[in-house]
């Protein structure tokens, strides 16, 4: 990061005072950074809070709970599978070679500050919908590119605002193609099918035209925001040097036996890439629904056809790999809690509470604030979901409200405060080489702003 234009003022003691906004979250920044611990720790404290629920709510014997507990633990496996490759493909797609050289070129269209804001945000909520690992990914590269490229044009950008720009791109990912609760409705055998009684496409989640509508109003409300919060002319900015720049993944391709020869040669992977395009063109002719696996397919044969070689592909995985696994190790403890909640009847005694308090009008958004409540304490969509969607799906049935209102009330939430919720931001702001605490400020205000056109698309869907 560059100094003051005097040397005097070194980045951090400047990145807090971008404006009146971080002024007024410096209180709320010193919460994130000091007192709230990482979401694995947030996942065990949840184990035992449920477990003290189940044994105080429900009259469950100790033994019952941890039985329960130790019976769920296994419940997920196939899903947190899906979950886990929706991350690991999301971020190889973002690397390979020409996904990269398409976000370096368009990284030089922003032609002023302002354009740069909203670019770096409208591009990474497109991505977001398309996938949601591709959409963190990509928000911290062109925050990156942005910068830089806008450096050397000369152009003052504040580089934490780029940076939260390309992570409130992500408050809109469950509204799109890799929506893990729409699309756990839609598979087949899932784990809410007995809630269902049968498959919910996402013609009527993800495709309803109400849903597509509140993205498009979700995104010119928050690229409007992000306007309103940019520095002007005047305001000191937080600069990115310009070598600072992430130059990709590094691709050992040396060939020096014949084996080197075929892991160096692209044919293996583009003929795998070809075989995977003509199942996915199979299973859609012949009736078939995009499900989670369908998902990453579709993202597993677009890498294969992209890459150079299989040496490119392991580069790849090995360089995702890292966001993968502290993900894997919270899914079985939330796949325990949801075997608690159950085995002890709390599943039961929370939607009978949430009916109570609900109405059919304002049944979705009571379950869209608590899923928002929720999702401090389980950061990953596909973990939220299959604690709260038997819930919600059973208090929605007793006030007879449609079930894709619950699915998209749950989604909703989850998204809406990742905004203030570390976990997510954590690859996004690694690759910018940023701490929480220098985008807190702008994402407090876009959650506030998103928060406003989900609860009033949900209350004019019930209506």
Same mark, same amino acid.
């Given at each position: 990061m560059s100094a003051a234009p005097d040397g005097s003022e070194p980045r951090d003691a400047r990145a807090g005072r971008g404006g009146g906004l971080a002024v007024v979250m410096r209180p709320v920044n010193?919460?994130?950074?000091?007192?709230?611990?990482?979401?694995?720790?947030?996942?065990?404290?949840?184990?035992?809070?449920?477990?003290?629920?189940?044994?105080?709510?429900?009259?469950?014997?100790?033994?019952?709970?941890?039985?329960?507990?130790?019976?769920?633990?296994?419940g997920l496996l196939e899903f947190m599978t899906q979950m886990a490759l929706i991350l690991l493909l999301g971020h190889m797609l973002a690397n390979t070679g020409p996904v990269r050289a398409l976000l370096t070129r368009v990284a030089r269209l922003p032609r002023s500050a302002m354009q740069a804001y909203v670019f770096v945000f409208v591009a990474a909520a497109l991505a977001s919908l398309v996938t949601w690992g591709l959409g963190l990914v990509v928000g911290g590269i062109l925050a990156r590119e942005v910068a830089a490229q806008g450096r050397e044009r000369g152009l003052r950008l504040h580089f934490p605002l780029l940076v939260a720009a390309g992570f409130a791109g992500f408050?809109?990912?469950?509204?799109?193609?890799?929506?893990?609760?729409?699309?756990?409705?839609?598979t087949p055998d899932s784990f809410v099918s007995e809630h269902l009684g049968a498959p919910l496409p996402i013609t009527e989640t993800v495709f309803t035209t109400w849903n597509i509508v509140a993205a498009a109003v979700t995104i010119v409300a928050v690229a409007a925001t992000i306007l309103l919060v940019s520095p002007r002319a005047q305001d000191p900015v937080v600069e990115l040097d310009v070598d600072a720049r992430d130059r990709g993944v590094d691709v050992d391709?040396?060939?020096?036996t014949p084996a080197d020869r075929i892991d160096a040669?692209?044919?293996?992977? =583009?003929? @795998?890439? !070809? +075989? %995977? #395009?003509?199942?996915?063109?199979?299973?859609? /002719?012949?009736?078939?629904?995009?499900?989670?696996?369908?998902?990453?397919?579709?993202? =597993?044969? @677009?890498? !294969? +056809? %992209? #890459?150079?070689?299989?040496?490119?592909?392991? /580069?790849?995985?090995?360089?995702a790999a890292g966001n993968v696994g502290e993900i894997l190790l919270?899914?079985?403890?939330?796949?325990?809690?949801?075997?608690?909640?159950?085995?002890?009847?709390?599943?039961?005694?929370?939607?009978?509470?949430?009916?109570?308090?609900?109405?059919?009008?304002t049944f979705g958004v009571m379950a869209f604030l608590s899923a928002g409540v929720v999702n401090f304490f389980v950061p990953s969509g596909g973990?939220?979901?299959?604690?709260?969607?038997?819930?919600?799906?059973?208090?929605?049935?007793?006030?007879?409200?449609?079930?894709?209102?619950?699915?998209?009330?749950?989604?909703?939430?989850?998204?809406?405060?990742?905004?203030?919720?570390?976990?997510?931001?954590?690859?996004?702001?690694a690759i910018a080489g940023l701490k929480m605490r220098d985008i807190l400020g702008y994402t407090t205000l876009v959650l506030i702003v998103s928060g406003i056109v989900f609860a009033s698309t949900l209350l004019i869907v019930s209506s």
């Open positions: 010193h919460v994130v950074e000091r007192l709230i611990p990482s979401a694995l720790v947030f996942a065990i404290v949840l184990t035992f809070v449920v477990a003290a629920l189940g044994l105080a709510l429900t009259g469950a014997t100790p033994a019952a709970v941890v039985t329960a507990w130790g019976d769920g633990l296994s408050v809109v990912w469950h509204m799109g193609y890799s929506a893990s609760g729409p699309l756990t409705a839609a391709d040396d060939v020096v040669s692209r044919l293996p992977t =583009l003929l @795998l890439g !070809l +075989l %995977l #395009v003509g199942y996915l063109v199979l299973h859609f /002719a012949g009736g078939g629904s995009v499900t989670l696996n369908v998902v990453n397919w579709t993202f =597993l044969a @677009l890498i !294969l +056809l %992209l #890459v150079r070689s299989p040496f490119e592909v392991i /580069a790849l995985t090995k360089d919270q899914f079985p403890l939330y796949a325990g809690i949801l075997g608690i909640m159950a085995g002890t009847g709390l599943i039961e005694l929370f939607s009978d509470a949430l009916v109570a308090a609900s109405t059919p009008q973990g939220q979901f299959a604690i709260q969607a038997p819930i919600m799906l059973g208090a929605a049935d007793s006030l007879g409200v449609d079930p894709s209102i619950a699915i998209m009330a749950v989604a909703y939430g989850d998204q809406w405060t990742n905004m203030i919720q570390p976990f997510w931001a954590l690859p996004l702001l």
